[in-house]
């Protein structure tokens, strides 16, 4: 088995939003969570301003990645999201907004935090109480903190307990 190293995720929660919301009309838009496809992949290259290497992670048979996108609209993704299952909870490799989401003039609020909730939602359905792990940047364990609930463990390793992945699902899925 090849040796990973560990990536720190940097993703920013912009605010918890009941789905995702339009950041000029203010408008909110139902979304799905789909798998990603490697149909999808034409979509998701570094020349489109991705950061990651999302075909690697869509090959590698030990990870479960998603994309989020608007309700009826699946062929635009807002987000995408990188997971395994251990053996007690869900472990978050990557998770990225779409290059148009990011920075001050992003188009939609909430994409990040409707992929962490996505990611409770499966640690609750594979009974793990919706224990969520993420090896996160130092500079944002504070904000994961505050938005998310989640716990510093040890150095850069953070876990959202049942408590706040309850707290998230409610707030992003609503059935």
């Known amino acids: 088995m090849k040796e990973s190293k560990a990536i720190y995720l940097d993703f920013v929660v912009d605010k918890l939003t009941n789905s995702i919301q339009n950041t000029i009309s203010g408008d909110s838009f139902a979304t799905e969570v789909l798998r990603l496809t490697t149909s999808d992949l034409k979509q998701i290259t570094k020349s489109k301003g991705w950061n990651f290497n999302w075909k690697s992670e869509l090959e590698d048979n030990a990870k479960e990645v998603f994309k989020l996108t608007i309700a009826n609209n699946p062929t635009i993704i807002q987000g995408l999201l990188s997971l395994t299952l251990e053996h007690d909870h869900v472990y978050m490799y990557l998770l990225e907004n779409a290059p148009f989401n990011v920075g001050r003039n992003k ?10 909730a996505h990611a409770c939602k499966v640690s609750f ?39 706040s992945a309850q707290i998230l699902i409610n707030k992003y899925f609503k059935s």
């Open 107 to 116: 188009l939609y609020d909430g994409v990040a935090g409707n992929l962490v």
């Open 125 to 163: 359905q594979n009974g793990f109480d919706g224990f969520i792990a993420f090896t996160a940047k130092t500079k944002l364990i504070e904000h994961y903190q505050e938005t998310l609930g989640a716990y510093r463990l040890s150095g850069n390793k953070m876990i959202i307990p049942t408590e």
